[in-house]
């Protein structure tokens, strides 16, 4: 039971547009979500975070939004640019105790940005 | 500037054969967290420390074993490889601290092939 989706394994885009990667999640009670990029042969990396109780966060040309109602996560890169062509994985945290925190990733999308 | 280091980053093993992952974060994080990346499945958690001397299950942790014998250091075993065991593997570390234990850093990955 995948309760993160990422529906879109793939998405092209043309430079200095806007990019839109969309994740949906079936739970609830998850506090906090975060994007990774990943690059091939490399680790991911954090992009940006956003807490439940918020309904938008921005970091430069990165943007989530969060819509608690729809359990629906987006990320906007605007202006998009060919060194953004990476996987971009969505992640949901559910608490416990701190250190039994579940992180649970999407499946990924696969952002290809056409110069 | 290490963050968290794996080796081996390539490894080819016959089926039945034995191994060890090394993980090392030099960011003094109290949890550590060992993943693995299949085509289509996102991240999946194996095996996960909260501390020192502490181990325990993740979602897939069938055929591998962990240790945390130094705070720094995180071991993935695999006991008796199987072709099912071929993925890529991440590493990833984060602090207990609020709110920037939020956020997990991984490691660049370990490419495994079992043959």
């Known amino acids: 039971d995948q309760q993160v989706k990422q529906n879109s394994p793939s998405l092209s885009v043309q430079e200095g547009r806007i990019s839109i990667l969309n994740c949906d999640y079936t739970n609830s009670m998850f506090d906090y979500f975060l994007w990774y990029k990943k690059y091939p042969a490399e680790g991911p990396t954090f992009l940006i975070s956003?807490?439940?109780?918020?309904d938008k966060n921005e970091d430069g040309r990165f943007t989530v939004f969060l819509n608690k109602s729809a359990k629906h996560l987006s990320l906007h890169i605007v202006p998009s640019q060919p060194g953004d062509s990476a996987v971009y994985f969505c992640a949901a945290i559910t608490g416990g105790t701190s250190g039994t925190y579940k992180y649970i990733f999407g499946t990924g999308t696969r952002l290809k940005v056409l110069a | 500037n290490a963050g968290v280091t794996q080796t081996p980053k390539f490894r080819v093993l016959k089926t039945g054969q034995s191994m060890t992952l090394l993980c090392a974060q030099d960011m003094n994080h109290e949890y550590m967290y060992w993943y693995r990346q299949d085509p289509g499945m996102g991240l999946r958690l194996i095996h996960y420390?909260?501390?020192?001397?502490?181990?325990a299950k993740g979602e897939v942790p069938d055929g591998y074993n962990v240790s945390r014998l130094k705070k720094q250091n995180f071991l993935l075993g695999l006991e008796s490889a199987a072709p099912s065991q071929t993925s890529v593997y991440f590493c990833?570390?984060?602090?207990?601290?609020?709110?920037?234990?939020?956020?997990?850093?991984f490691g660049e990955g370990s490419w495994l092939t079992v043959v």
């Open positions: 990833a570390s984060r602090s207990d601290r609020f709110p920037s234990g939020n956020t997990i850093y």
């Open positions: 420390s909260v501390g020192e001397g502490t181990t």
């Open positions: 956003i807490s439940s109780i918020k």
